[in-house]
């Protein structure tokens, strides 16, 4: 075949592939197992026909519960702005007529678990069943994603609000599904890292991980040693006037995730990672002096003094405060890069704040590095670079969060022109952080050992949201998908079509995301 040929013949395939894009991509699909929903589900059967939302529909809630009326309202509240319709949200004893939405917990199928779902959508009805609210609110985020994009946007849309008729059954592979914001190189606010919250809820992300100290940065308030917000909290990478959360800001967003199912966990950074404290308080130091404050992007120089009691009330302190003000399981302990504590002090260290942290009713996280000291009951490690550190803390009974750098770390760049972020673990394409499976990454580690995943996004050069998006966005809808949907279901091939077809959500959601070339992008509808 001659080139000319050649590429005409290319050129037809291109365009073949082309329209059947188009042809499949209408959104809504006319049938439900053409929906693009990210994360996967387990399970969808199609059946003939489709739900018209009207602007008479209302949410009906199964009485009974005030939590369950509160998911109500959150659905009716995410339907309003773009309908334009009223929607009421009503109690009731009994399934609703034709044309509304039912909310129920009288769920059938014990294998839905907490957080799993079944929607069973016909022409007359969409039913949502859990058997606990927060499935309940993972079935929502289903739902909004099986509504046309529009459905996003914040201003009335001409509809109509079609939704494929079918049944979805669905619930996670791992119970925890992660990420982790680092609030200290770079401070986000109350208002920011709410915004963020949101998009996860959109993904089914039920952990969030707030870094919140460092060399350059303490950002919480602590009452007995006001020094480390008002001093350590004063700047950050680059300069600037940083910024730390009060208890009470704290609180509301405590509440604020909790009210979407998702859980906050906090991380102190130590015994390394630690000059803001040091430069705030001249005790915790070997050499009884303050530090500077430190702008740059450097790890692993600094060290509280390991040996001295004051540091053990200084942890005692830290970690009672923090404990009041978190409602979830875990404190996180940090642990890592510790390059300038002696192994013979950090050991002991790391026992002991354990028992610290189990002290005030708290179970532990911590970097992997902290398997080389002994792991007390229901620790946790978290495995994001040496594979012999996650080892040795299942040999210890251990269950692993996986966020193998060169997969997870969302602060990486995707290849070499990503003008933000890192580069030391490689470059991670789209592709690259879907295209893996957490119970196969580390031999000896099983789904068994595993709690699940988390996506760090480190910010020594993330400044804002709009950098923020864009190394988050379209990473984290494949890493969510890694994390809940089965590893047997999961395929690039397929994946990046569905992904393509969120482009029009992005845009709805106004999010900053990096279109890869690698994904056939649908941005109209
Ligand atoms: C390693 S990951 C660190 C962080 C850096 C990050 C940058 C980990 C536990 N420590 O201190 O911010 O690399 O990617």
Same mark, same amino acid.
């Given at each position: 075949?001659?080139?000319?040929?050649?590429? !005409? =013949?290319?050129?037809?395939? %291109?365009?073949?592939?082309?329209?059947?894009?188009?042809?499949?991509?209408?959104?809504?699909?006319?049938?439900?197992?053409?929906?693009?929903?990210?994360?996967?589900?387990?399970?969808?059967?199609?059946?003939?026909?489709?739900?018209?939302?009207? !602007?008479?529909?209302? *949410?009906? =809630?199964? !009485?009974?519960?005030?939590?369950?009326? /509160?998911?109500?309202?959150?659905?009716?509240?995410?339907?309003?702005?773009?309908?334009?319709?009223?929607?009421?949200?009503?109690?009731?004893?009994?399934?609703?007529?034709?044309?509304?939405?039912? +909310?129920?917990?009288?769920? !059938?199928?014990?294998?839905?678990?907490?957080?799993?779902?079944? #929607?069973?959508?016909?022409?007359?009805?969409?039913?949502?069943?859990?058997?606990?609210?927060?499935?309940?609110?993972?079935?929502?985020?289903?739902?909004? &994603? #099986?509504?046309?994009?529009? *459905?996003?946007?914040?201003?009335?849309?001409?509809?109509?609000?079609?939704?494929?008729?079918?049944?979805?059954?669905?619930?996670?592979?791992?119970?925890?599904?992660?990420?982790?914001?680092?609030?200290?190189?770079?401070?986000?606010?109350?208002?920011?890292?709410?915004?963020?919250?949101?998009?996860?809820?959109?993904?089914? %992300?039920?952990?969030?991980?707030?870094?919140?100290?460092?060399? &350059?940065?303490?950002? +919480?308030?602590?009452?007995?040693?006001?020094? @480390?917000?008002?001093?350590?909290?004063?700047?950050?990478?680059?300069?600037?006037?940083?910024?730390?959360?009060?208890?009470? &800001?704290?609180?509301?967003?405590?509440?604020?995730?909790?009210?979407?199912?998702?859980?906050?966990?906090?991380?102190?950074?130590?015994?390394?990672?630690?000059?803001?404290?040091?430069? $705030?308080?001249?005790?915790?130091?070997?050499?009884?002096?303050?530090?500077?404050?430190?702008?740059?992007?450097?790890?692993?120089?600094?060290?509280?003094?390991?040996? /001295?009691?004051?540091?053990? /009330?200084? =942890?005692?302190?830290?970690?009672?405060?923090?404990?009041?003000?978190?409602?979830?399981?875990?404190?996180? +302990?940090?642990?890592?890069?510790?390059?300038?504590?002696?192994?013979?002090?950090?050991?002991?260290?790391?026992? /002991?704040?354990?028992?610290?942290?189990?002290?005030?009713?708290?179970?532990?996280?911590?970097?992997?590095? %902290?398997?080389?000291?002994?792991?007390?009951?229901?620790?946790?490690?978290?495995?994001?670079?040496?594979?012999?550190?996650?080892?040795?803390?299942? $040999?210890?009974?251990?269950?692993?969060?996986?966020?193998?750098?060169?997969?997870?770390?969302?602060?990486?760049?995707?290849?070499?022109?990503?003008?933000?972020? #890192?580069?030391?673990?490689?470059?991670?394409?789209?592709?690259?952080?879907?295209?893996?499976?957490?119970?196969?990454?580390?031999?000896?580690?099983?789904?068994?050992?595993?709690?699940?995943?988390?996506?760090?996004?480190?910010?020594?050069?993330?400044?804002?949201?709009?950098? @923020?998006?864009?190394?988050?966005?379209?990473? #984290?809808?494949?890493?969510?998908?890694?994390?809940?949907?089965?590893?047997?279901?999961?395929?690039?091939?397929?994946?990046?079509?569905?992904?393509?077809?969120?482009?029009?959500?992005?845009?709805?959601?106004?999010?900053?995301?990096?279109?890869?070339?690698?994904?056939?992008?649908?941005?109209?509808?």
């Amino acid at each position: 075949m001659n080139i000319i040929r050649f590429r !005409s =013949v290319i050129a037809i395939f %291109i365009s073949a592939i082309s329209v059947a894009y188009l042809s499949c991509s209408s959104n809504p699909p006319s049938n439900i197992s053409g929906a693009s929903l990210i994360p996967k589900p387990v399970s969808v059967t199609n059946s003939p026909g489709w739900f018209m939302l009207e !602007s008479d529909a209302a *949410v009906y =809630v199964s !009485s009974g519960s005030d939590e369950l009326m /509160k998911t109500g309202n959150y659905l009716a509240e995410k339907l309003r702005p773009a309908t334009g319709y009223k929607i009421d949200v009503k109690a009731t004893d009994k399934t609703p007529g034709a044309g509304n939405i039912f +909310i129920t917990l009288a769920a !059938s199928e014990p294998k839905l678990g907490n957080e799993g779902y079944e #929607l069973v959508i016909t022409d007359k009805k969409i039913v949502l069943s859990a058997n606990k609210p927060e499935g309940i609110f993972n079935g929502i985020q289903t739902l909004r &994603q #099986l509504f046309p994009s529009s *459905v996003e946007l914040a201003t009335r849309q001409a509809g109509p609000w079609k939704v494929a008729s079918g049944t979805i059954v669905d619930y996670p592979e791992y119970p925890y599904r992660g990420v982790m914001l680092d609030v200290a190189r770079h401070f986000f606010g109350v208002n920011e890292v709410k915004q963020y919250i949101d998009l996860l809820a959109c993904y089914k %992300i039920n952990a969030l991980h707030l870094h919140l100290s460092d060399d &350059q940065g303490w950002r +919480i308030e602590i009452k007995s040693w006001p020094q @480390l917000a008002l001093h350590g909290g004063s700047t950050q990478v680059g300069g600037g006037n940083g910024g730390y959360y009060t208890q009470e &800001q704290y609180s509301d967003l405590v509440k604020y995730a909790a009210d979407r199912y998702i859980t906050i966990i906090p991380e102190i950074d130590m015994p390394g990672h630690i000059n803001a404290a040091l430069s $705030s308080y001249p005790e915790l130091n070997m050499n009884n002096k303050v530090t500077e404050l430190y702008r740059g992007t450097e790890v692993g120089f600094s060290t509280i003094d390991t040996k /001295k009691e004051v540091s053990y /009330k200084f =942890v005692d302190d830290v970690v009672r405060e923090l404990a009041a003000i978190t409602t979830g399981p875990y404190i996180h +302990i940090g642990g890592d890069e510790s390059h300038v504590t002696k192994r013979e002090d950090y050991i002991p260290f790391v026992k /002991k704040v354990q028992e610290i942290v189990r002290s005030h009713g708290k179970q532990v996280m911590g970097w992997d590095e %902290i398997s080389l000291s002994e792991l007390g009951p229901n620790t946790v490690a978290q495995y994001w670079s040496n594979a012999q550190n996650a080892q040795r803390a299942v $040999s210890q009974g251990a269950k692993v969060l996986m966020s193998p750098a060169a997969k997870t770390y969302i602060d990486m760049k995707y290849d070499s022109t990503t003008v933000l972020g #890192l580069h030391w673990a490689g470059y991670i394409e789209v592709d690259s952080a879907y295209i893996w499976d957490p119970a196969k990454l580390v031999p000896g580690i099983g789904k068994e050992n595993i709690l699940g995943v988390e996506a760090p996004l480190w910010t020594e050069t993330i400044a804002d949201m709009k950098d @923020l998006e864009y190394m988050v966005f379209p990473r #984290l809808p494949g890493i969510a998908e890694v994390a809940w949907s089965p590893a047997s279901s999961r395929n690039w091939a397929e994946y990046s079509v569905r992904l393509g077809r969120h482009a029009a959500r992005f845009n709805a959601l106004q999010i900053n995301y990096y279109a890869s070339k690698l994904v056939p992008w649908v941005k109209a509808e």
